[in-house]
């Protein structure tokens, strides 16, 4: 049997169009509030990286539910309210000109997910190490868990071997040279 191009065409055609309606959404849902849920859950993420930066520790009581649970502990703080705020200090303290670029940001009704790049010079101490005056520039990948506008969980992954390499404070990584 012999197929003609126009019927492939027109059988791929009535695919995608049986395809187009079965994915229709269902009463139910409601795609603008589901976006502006979205879109203020990437604006509130905005702020609290801001207030990172900037070192404000207030952007917690205002965005962080009392409730909340950080899974990307740095050694001698709590993963609550108190260390998130702990660590706001000690970073900015460490690194006053801390810059947090927004590479991505992606975000729904619950979640938003942040890739991003972070620099900064340490000029201040930092868990018992002294400053060096060096900078560093690492990419990180942050996930927020939000309920009725506020984090209540934080997940985040950053290269924290190069970061202290760059910064002086760790070895070089193997078979490469020290960077200076």
């Known amino acids: 049997m012999k197929v003609s191009r126009s019927g492939v065409v027109y059988a791929l055609s009535a695919v995608v169009i049986l395809l187009a309606g079965c994915q229709s959404k269902s009463s139910t849902e409601s795609t603008p509030a589901v976006n502006t849920v979205a879109q203020a859950n990437e604006a509130a993420t905005r702020r609290m990286m801001e207030g990172i930066q900037n070192g404000d520790t207030t952007v917690v009581d205002s965005l962080v539910a009392e409730s909340f649970v950080e899974h990307q502990t740095m050694p001698g703080l709590a993963p609550d309210r108190a260390g998130l705020k702990a ?29 991003s ?11 018992g190490m002294k400053p060096t005056g060096k900078s560093f520039q690492i990419d990180a990948f942050d996930l927020i868990r939000i309920e009725n506008a506020k984090c209540v969980e934080h997940w985040g992954a950053m290269n924290d071997a190069a970061m202290m390499t760059q910064l002086g404070l760790g070895a070089p990584p193997a078979g490469g040279k020290k960077r200076s």
């Not at 790049?117 to 868990?127: D, I, Q, R, V």
């Open 117 to 127: 790049t972070m620099s900064g010079t340490m000029k201040g101490p930092l868990m």
């Open 87 to 115: 660590f706001i200090t000690q970073w900015h303290a460490a690194f006053p000109d801390l810059q947090m670029k927004v590479n991505n940001m992606t975000a729904d009704s619950s979640y938003v997910w942040v890739y």
